[in-house]
């Protein structure tokens, strides 16, 4: 197949009539060769990524580049940013088909990341951040929301996150209901605090990952990771006990109003101010929304009433309580092409000061040891939620969304949304799905 | 039709009873007529002018205001933070600048290359010509999408990824086919007299295009600006995949900057920025406006 | 056709536009037509698979010809909207005497709100907690029975996410409709009327017939841009439910790097608009004909 390739691209650039013959080859190391000799010689590097502009991660390394720039004369770290996943999805494809990536590019655990890593293209991490001397610094489960399904690592987190279920306590204590013990306590709850007219979880449906976290939950609960490990190749199907489990709980949670009505066009502000205007009683975020729900901004009716839980368990369930969504975040990947002794040299300064720097910033760091400084008008659950990022235990549930071939996810993120609102029924949610995955999961992760 | 030769002066009487419909008791048909064109026309621009306002008048409302508060009701705080914040996160004047650039550079080549594609097809005429209009009408179905992977690839390789060019080349190019189709029809009704005339005088076709063809094409050209500036100015797909650095982001990707964490997005500052945005084109529309206005009149006449 | 003219003439004036739209367009899609053969993810290597991909798309594919009905249902919703709407304003326009100038700018601003925050709004208008602009007035005058999270509810989702983008372009439409409309000697008119012609008569009788060649061209400008129709849809359903052969073929691509597949689709959407645009002709000059 060589052939046709090279066919391809040579039919691709026909028309390119003044091929750039000079392109400046950059060199290409290994994936494992991770401390290439050579002098560091400072020159421009770029980092295509998908964080806000302003978030803390861009402003910590922004602060960090330019302190090494003043040692290093004629480096400058370029950021290149598109905060919509959508659109930053489809600049990173379009770059990697035309072999275009920049020195460091952000991507998520997806099959199409492995396959990139398969071809040689990315850094072994782990092996880096081993020579570096830094490997034993993260937090173990901010290292394995990166690997891939082998168990190697190729992207380096930023951040460290837990989700959680923040409630507004005078909601369900005027519905009469205590936070849920388990997962089935779930659809009863909501009747209940639907009885009472109050919106009982505000749902960003626009977004989609929100709704498919609550797949996740419930097979994580009986078998932990092992399920969507399988299900994603097809090896376990959704008719499974487990499957069919989760795809009737997530029935019940549509057929009991657990969201609001038209939540799959809602999008992520609006469905926050439902919860942080009083209206609705639950919101599952993460602690990434702290700034918003644990400081004296929020509208002190509300401030006082918000407290958090985490995921419910099942009866008899694989994993325990403090197990659960915990995210580090997109990670970094960094480019064999173009890896030189200057790109490890500011990637191990930038890595050893970043813990400090962006644990100011009021944020939970990937790492141990430098802690978070919160904002001056944090509120007690601020400080409490950060700690649980501590507390988390040894396996974390992993999102369907990185897990799953694209294809499957597209499609499984549009049946959820006709699952909930009652639009199909289990039967035909499990058949749609199970024939999608086994058409599209074999192939994405053949070997 | 009866009565051509008496037709001024009926019109002039035509003309006065009509403007003085109101105070004739048998005109009353006409003035119900009027009053439903009226509400009519109310209605509908209320409908298309409505969500401009809403735009506007929520970019100083206050954030809380917006998230809690009834978005269409009036607001209770005016404020300009919005605006504050919106030129702090984001480049707004580089952005409306890249817009400006892009949208000349490609106006100018859909005209000047339209028109010459047109006048050869259209005055010229040649053998083949026919499968060459063809070629040319097919752009105008060609879905812009399929073209950006090839031409990804194909900007990379000769070196014009994030530049310019690699908007312009693309929007012009699809645009050039409905151009042509609109320089040909007017060109079709230019008198062939005229053009036989100008041939005896003894002027070749470049004098003819320069001093026939041209100055006669001045309405068609306000035309095809008209409506090609409208969709370049918002355009997103070409310059979300071609554009990689800041300093050159259109507005509509400038915008995307404002999006935040996991989909979290500052609506009020970003409305703000919108605002802000829109406000050229719309100044352009507005001073232009009965230039364009006549371009199309005289362009649709004949087109 | 010009006496005076040599082949010289006719290239230099041909060759520049075809060259600039061959490099821009035809080289792109040509592109195209080869990947549409292939299996490529953009990064392994290209697979051939013949016409699979064609196979897939015409016998295996329920979700493509679902996006298919969507785009021709997506389709009609927008040419009655800025047909439709434009043709009235444009008649409507007629019959004023003052301040048309003035209408003719408002009715077509909403062209030039950019697509984002057109997203946003209808976003808004649709919604149903917090409750939206449609909603509410739904409410207002008793129909509140009727009121629905009209992007959420599949019944609804596709008509609401043709209306905005027929709602946006009906104002250029009704300008070129209009302007022809103006051309028609004022004489025709006067005299028609002084007849006794009523309104319907004066529009079916005299200016619709008299427009023809523009309507033609803004049908054909609103049929092909419709089958192209990508934004408004992309951005507010997120192409889910209301999917259309654009949007999927987007995601095709760009979400689940498929790109022979997707390619595939591409060169069905040509051929689909070549179909149309025959079809258009063919049907207007059987008219004029007779």
């Known amino acids: 197949m060589r052939t046709m390739k090279t066919l391809a691209v040579s039919v691709l650039a026909a028309a390119a009539l003044v091929l750039s013959g000079c392109g400046t080859s950059t060199s290409s190391v290994k994936p494992d060769d991770v401390n290439p000799e050579g002098e560091i010689k400072p020159h421009e590097i770029s980092w295509l990524l998908s964080r806000p502009v302003d978030g803390g991660v861009i402003t910590a390394m922004k602060q960090i580049a330019a302190d090494y720039a003043k040692d290093h004369e004629g480096f400058e770290l370029k950021f290149i940013t598109t905060p919509d996943r959508p659109s930053y999805i489809q600049k990173l494809e379009t770059l990697a088909a035309a072999n275009k990536l920049p020195e460091l590019f952000d991507i998520d655990a997806t099959p199409f990341a492995a396959k990139l890593a398969k071809k040689g293209s990315m850094v072994d991490v782990e092996a880096m951040l081993k020579d570096m001397g830094l490997y034993d610094d993260y937090r173990t489960s901010a290292l394995d929301y990166q690997r891939f399904d082998d168990g190697s690592l190729y992207m380096v987190p930023f951040e460290s996150q837990v989700e959680v279920f923040f409630y507004n306590k005078a909601l369900l204590a005027k519905a009469g209901v205590d936070i849920p013990k388990t997962l089935d306590d779930i659809p009863q709850m909501c009747a209940a605090l639907n009885k009472a007219g109050i919106t009982p979880i505000t749902m960003d449906g626009q977004d989609m990952w929100p709704l498919e976290r609550f797949m996740a939950y419930y097979p994580f609960r009986e078998s932990g990771n092992d399920y969507i490990k399988k299900l994603k190749k097809g090896e376990a199907k959704l008719s499974d006990e487990t499957g069919r489990k989760a795809v009737q709980w997530m029935a019940d949670l549509g057929s009991s109003g657990c969201f609001q009505e038209g939540f799959s066009s809602t999008g992520y502000a609006d469905a926050q101010a439902l919860f942080t205007s009083g209206k609705a009683a639950i919101y599952n975020t993460g602690s990434w929304d702290l700034p918003t729900l644990g400081t004296e901004d929020l509208d002190a009716s509300v401030r006082d009433q918000i407290d958090y839980f985490l995921l419910p368990v099942t009866d008899g369930g694989a994993t325990t309580q403090n197990e659960y969504v915990a995210p580090s975040g997109i990670g970094m990947a960094v480019n064999t092409k173009g890896y030189d002794p200057l790109v490890r040299d500011f990637l191990k300064y930038a890595l050893e000061q970043y813990p400090k720097v962006y644990g100011a910033t009021g944020q939970v760091n990937p790492t141990t040891g430098d802690g978070t400084t919160l904002p001056s008008n944090a509120t007690d659950l601020y400080q409490r939620v950060v700690d649980e990022s501590d507390n988390v235990g040894d396996v974390t549930a992993m999102p369907w969304d990185t897990q799953l071939d694209s294809t499957s996810n597209t499609r499984l993120q549009q049946e959820l949304v006709l699952l909930v609102q009652g639009d199909v029924s289990v039967d035909e949610f499990i058949d749609t799905m199970d024939g999608v995955i086994a058409e599209n999961g074999p192939k994405a992760f053949a070997e | 039709m009866t009565g051509v030769e008496s037709l001024p002066s009926m019109r002039s009487w035509y003309k006065q009873s009509f403007n003085n419909v109101e105070g004739y008791r048998h005109h009353r048909r006409i003035t119900v007529h009027r009053i439903i064109t009226w509400v009519l026309i109310a209605i509908i621009m209320v409908i298309q002018v409505y969500p401009l306002l809403w735009l506007f008048i929520t970019s100083v409302r206050t954030e809380h205001d917006f998230a809690a508060g009834d978005p269409f009701g009036i607001p209770q705080q005016f404020t300009l933070d919005n605006y504050a914040r919106a030129f702090e996160s984001g480049n707004l004047g580089r952005y409306i600048l890249n817009s400006v650039i892009v949208t000349f550079g490609s106006n100018f080549f859909i005209v000047i290359l339209g028109m010459m594609a047109a006048y050869a097809l259209q005055v010229l005429r040649f053998k083949g010509g026919k499968i060459i209009r063809m070629i040319f009408m097919m752009g105008i179905i060609v879905p812009v999408q399929i073209s950006l992977v090839p031409l990804f690839i194909d900007y990379s390789q000769v070196g014009l990824l994030d530049t310019y060019w690699s908007m312009i080349i693309p929007l012009a190019g699809f645009s050039i086919p409905m151009s042509v189709f609109l320089f040909s029809s007017f060109y079709q009704y230019i008198p062939s007299e005229t053009y036989e005339a100008a041939s005896i005088d003894g002027a070749g076709p470049y004098r003819i295009f320069a001093q026939i063809t041209l100055p006669l094409s001045l309405n068609t050209i306000v035309t095809v600006v008209l409506v090609n500036s409208i969709f370049i100015w918002n355009e997103f797909i070409f310059a979300n995949t071609f554009v990689l650095t800041d300093d050159l982001k259109t507005i509509p990707l400038g915008l995307q900057n404002y999006i935040g964490a996991m989909g979290n997005t500052d609506w009020t500052a970003t409305f703000a920025a919108v605002c802000v945005t829109i406000t050229p084109l719309m100044l352009v529309f507005l001073v232009l406006n009965k230039a364009m206005i006549q371009g199309l009149e005289g362009g649709a006449t004949k087109g | ?290």
């Open chain 3, 1 to 290: 056709m010009l006496p005076y003219r040599s082949k010289k003439s006719v290239l230099i004036f041909l060759l520049p536009p075809l060259l600039f739209y061959g490099l821009g367009v035809l080289m792109p899609v040509i592109q195209s037509l080869f990947l549409s053969f292939f299996e490529w993810d953009g990064i392994s290597d290209m697979q051939f698979v013949g016409l699979g991909n064609y196979a897939k798309m015409f016998a295996g594919d329920a979700v493509f010809w679902q996006a298919f009905g969507n785009s021709m249902i997506y389709m009609m919703i927008c040419l009655v909207l800025q047909l439709g709407g434009a043709l009235l304003v444009a008649t409507l326009l007629m019959q004023l005497t003052r301040g048309r100038e003035v209408i003719k700018t408002l009715y077509l601003l909403p062209a030039v709100i950019s697509t984002v925050a057109i997203g946003f709004l209808f976003q808004r208008i649709y919604s149903m907690d917090p409750v939206g602009l449609l909603n509410r007035l739904l409410q207002v005058v008793g129909l509140g029975d009727l009121a629905r999270p009209w992007l959420s509810d599949t019944h609804t989702v596709l008509a609401a996410v043709s209306v905005p983008e027929g709602w946006r372009f009906s104002g250029l439409y009704m300008l070129i409709i209009y302007a022809a409309f103006m051309s028609i000697l004022a004489e025709i008119e006067e005299a028609a009327k002084l007849d006794g012609v009523n309104e319907w008569q004066l529009f079916a009788k005299i200016r619709f017939p008299y427009i023809r060649p523009v309507w033609i061209t803004t049908v054909v400008m609103a049929v092909t841009y419709a089958l192209r129709g990508f934004d408004i849809p992309y951005l507010l359903s997120n192409g889910r439910h209301g999917q259309l052969v654009t949007t999927y073929m987007y995601r095709t691509a760009f979400t689940n790097t498929n790109y022979g597949y997707a390619s595939a689709m591409s060169v069905f959407i040509v051929v689909e608009c070549l179909v149309a645009v025959g079809l258009i002709f063919g049907l207007m000059k059987r008219k004029v004909d007779e």
